[in-house]
């Protein structure tokens, strides 16, 4: 099996990259990345990967990717400030770029396995929890928009133009190597250097799935063939409020800070609970979560550890180099 990341060099697309390395049933990895050099992908002349530069909103980028069993959709603008700031960037990338992916699987014979990575957010304030996969939509904003106009094109490329494909709706995936502007990592990176921890509202509700989980599930849904023509949610219980990740941090990197909470800072489109049912990844993909938030957030500590001593002594050789 030939496979296809687009969005390889991003936080969830570096690590299915390691994973589809890892996985005995994915012969080569084709990886998609905006710019080189790479900082998360591994090289070698014995590491069956192909790094291709190139923008999924450009068409003739679309020309460097080869024929492949497989495509994993990750290439997006996934921050929704970043879509806000910037709403003809989003809709090029996370819209128009699918669209540009699609017309390329067209392209090849037979067509390859679509794997699209949505988002939760599409839910809005949800009418009831635990949310299923046939709760309404509502989309907000630019990147809610965004990937709603991608799942239906995706869907309408299944149904007339045979396209087999999977949409999944992760819930707030978190881990080692994510941005700095998501939660997760904006509270272990505040307490690692021990400034004032300000957060925005810590009552909202939130499954939080670790990576490696979430990469394994996208491996499922590839492996699946009833998943085919589904939209599954992606997603980790239980739900926790924000706050409680906060002072799990704190604990765990004894900080001794404690938070302080501006509610002024968050966007009003936030909804107060996303809450999945994990009952379609368990009946399509028999998937189920293995690493709970303790073992997650150490993980995710210990990796912005290593990233803080790493950036120190980055400083320190360029401040000896200097004399």
């Not at 990345?33 to 192909?50: A, M």
């Not at 997006?76 to 809709?91: D, G, I, K, L, Y």
């Not at 939509?137 to 239906?152: L, N, Q």
Request: glycine letters at 6%; one cysteine or more.
């Amino acid at each position: 099996m030939r496979c296809l990341v687009t969005g390889a060099d991003g936080f969830m697309g570096s690590h299915l990259v390691e994973a589809l390395l890892g996985w005995d049933r994915c012969e080569h990895v084709f990886a998609l990345v905006h710019r080189n050099p790479v900082k998360w992908l591994p090289s070698g002349p014995n590491v069956p990967l192909t790094i291709i530069t190139g923008d999924v909103s450009r068409t003739q980028s679309m020309a460097r990717i080869p024929d492949v069993d497989v495509i994993f959709h990750l290439a997006a603008v996934s921050s929704p400030s970043r879509c806000e700031n910037n709403p003809e960037a989003a809709r090029l990338t996370n819209f128009q770029g699918t669209i540009n992916l699609l017309n390329r699987t067209l392209e090849m014979s037979p067509h390859p396995l679509f794997v699209f990575a949505s988002t939760a957010a599409l839910y809005g304030e949800p009418e009831y929890v635990p949310i299923d996969e046939a709760h309404p939509v509502e989309p907000r904003d630019p990147y809610t928009y965004g990937k709603m106009s991608a799942e239906i094109t995706v869907m309408s490329y299944q149904r007339d133009q045979g396209v087999p494909a999977v949409i999944v709706r992760p819930f707030n995936v978190y881990g080692p190597r994510q941005a700095e502007e998501f939660v997760v990592p904006t509270i272990i990176i505040q307490c690692l250097q021990g400034i004032e921890l300000r957060l925005g509202d810590g009552r909202p509700l939130r499954n939080f799935t670790y990576v490696t989980d979430a990469t394994n599930m996208l491996l499922r849904a590839a492996s699946y063939p009833a998943a085919i023509g589904q939209v599954i949610n992606l997603g980790s219980r239980p739900v926790l409020p924000i706050s409680r990740v906060a002072d799990m941090v704190v604990d765990m990197t004894g900080c001794g800070r404690e938070p302080i909470y501006d509610i002024s800072k968050d966007r009003e489109m936030d909804p107060t609970i996303l809450e999945m049912d994990p009952t379609m990844a368990e009946r399509f993909l028999e998937w189920r979560p293995r690493i709970d938030i303790e073992a997650g957030l150490a993980h995710t500590v210990e990796f912005y550890k290593g990233e803080l001593e790493r950036s120190k002594q980055k400083v320190a050789q360029e401040m000896y180099g200097r004399y």
